[in-house]
């Protein structure tokens, strides 16, 4: 079954406009499990522009399901996971200029400093996920460095501006979910799905958890959180199955 992780950065992001303490991100994660998701997902970002320590901190106290912690391979933030132990640990390129995380992070290029990364959140005891391209290279590097999942990025099929851009990406991924499972490695998949184009990915076999941000706090603003999750939920449920 395949599983939804719930990105609130965006909540904090509300509040953050304010310098204020409300919406409380961790009201939004115990609405997002009522929801039915399976698993709460935060970017601790080096700017903080959003998600605070105090949150990760909390969430990581309150969440009954899957923690996910976004997280850059600074050491100053990898120190933060490695005390805070989230279940997961997604290492993701970070620039400062960007809106989102654009593109996967460059696991060959990176590759040193990926793998003292992965190995100290190894031994705080976090599963350790790559979000990178839908690239062969990429993907069989994650698997050398001692990855458990990678979660393939999925921008260059939402942000497809025609049909036949929209099935070259779609077979990306789904070369790169075979390639990542002969390597061993568990496949999940995120940025830029929506109510609207998740089912064409959600029925490629072989994903076994999707991170969804944006588009369900879209939502949420016109049917609450909860509600906005079910949706999302019901909808993996009708096309991975
Ligand atoms: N997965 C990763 C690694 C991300 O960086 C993001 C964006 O924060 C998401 C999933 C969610 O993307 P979106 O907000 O476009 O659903």
Not at 119 to 143: N, Y
Request: glycine content about 8%; aromatic content about 4%; hydrophobic content about 40%.
């Amino acid at each position: 079954m395949l599983q939804l992780g719930v990105n609130i950065d965006h909540v904090a992001t509300v509040r953050q406009a304010r310098m204020t303490d409300e919406p409380d991100p961790v009201w939004a994660a115990a609405e997002v499990e009522l929801g039915g998701a399976d698993g709460i997902t935060v970017h601790l970002r080096e700017d903080r522009r959003h998600i605070q320590d105090r949150d990760v901190k909390l969430l990581k106290e309150t969440v009954g399901v899957k923690l996910n912690l976004e997280m850059s391979i600074a050491v100053s933030i990898v120190r933060i996971a490695c005390q805070l132990k989230p279940d997961q640990c997604t290492l993701v390129p970070e620039h400062r200029q960007e809106i989102t995380t654009e593109g996967g992070l460059d696991v060959v290029r990176l590759k040193r400093r990926v793998s003292q990364a992965v190995d100290k959140l190894h031994k705080a005891g976090c599963i350790v996920s790559a979000f990178i391209e839908p690239d062969e290279q990429q993907i069989k590097t994650s698997a050398d460095i001692g990855f458990d999942a990678i979660e393939l990025w999925t921008g260059a099929y939402a942000n497809a501006k025609n049909p036949r851009a929209e099935k070259r990406a779609l077979q990306e991924l789904e070369k790169s979910i075979e390639i990542g499972r002969q390597c061993g490695l568990v496949v999940h998949a995120g940025h830029g799905l929506t109510y609207r184009n998740v089912e064409k990915v959600a029925r490629l076999e072989g994903f076994s958890e999707f991170n969804i941000g944006h588009s369900i706090i879209s939502r949420a603003i016109f049917v609450g959180i909860r509600e906005a999750v079910r949706q999302m939920k019901e909808l993996l449920i009708r096309y991975s199955s």
